[in-house]
């Protein structure tokens, strides 16, 4: 009796990591794509409007480049719940586009386990977010990383669920 019920708390205790990783908020999975940012994000469905805005502003040249990057790419969700008008106003405002653009970059490769020793995260911009370590993951400013360590060969990326507006 002892033997199965030391089996039945293995089991149970393997199913409920495997439900832990699975269901957990932050994706922690390295992914090693072999290609620099640009074409690493353009793999990932829900970074294409993230990627578009890239090339349209003229940053994708800068991230097809040596690097490495870090780059915090919101999901195409995340653009969808901005205010009524702010996109807009950043597509007939190039420069400001850009600038939202550059406040997702930083100079050097961070994966995860870097950013969680850190309290900061400074921008190509200029902008110093902070980053926080809570129960749900990391945050950079208001922005919940949803998947990380996406590794290009120029740098890294991860997924966060909201714009930065520096």
Known sequence: MLKFINHFLIKAAAVALV?????SPVSKAQI???E???ESASQFAQMQYFNTLLEDAGLDEKLNGDGPYTV????DEAFNELPDGVLEDLLE?????????RAHISSGSFDSEALAGQDNFSTVEGTVFEIDHHE?????DEA???AADIIAINGVIHAID?????
């Open 19 to 23: 439900m832990l990783l699975l269901y």
């Open 32 to 34: 090693e794509t072999g």
């Open 36 to 38: 620099n940012i640009m």
């Open 72 to 75: 915090l790419a919101p999901t």
């Open 93 to 101: 405002n190039p420069d400001e586009l850009q600038d939202i653009l």
């Open 136 to 140: 749900r993951g990391i945050s950079i």
């Open 144 to 146: 919940l990383m949803v």
């Open 162 to 166: 909201t714009v930065l507006i520096p």
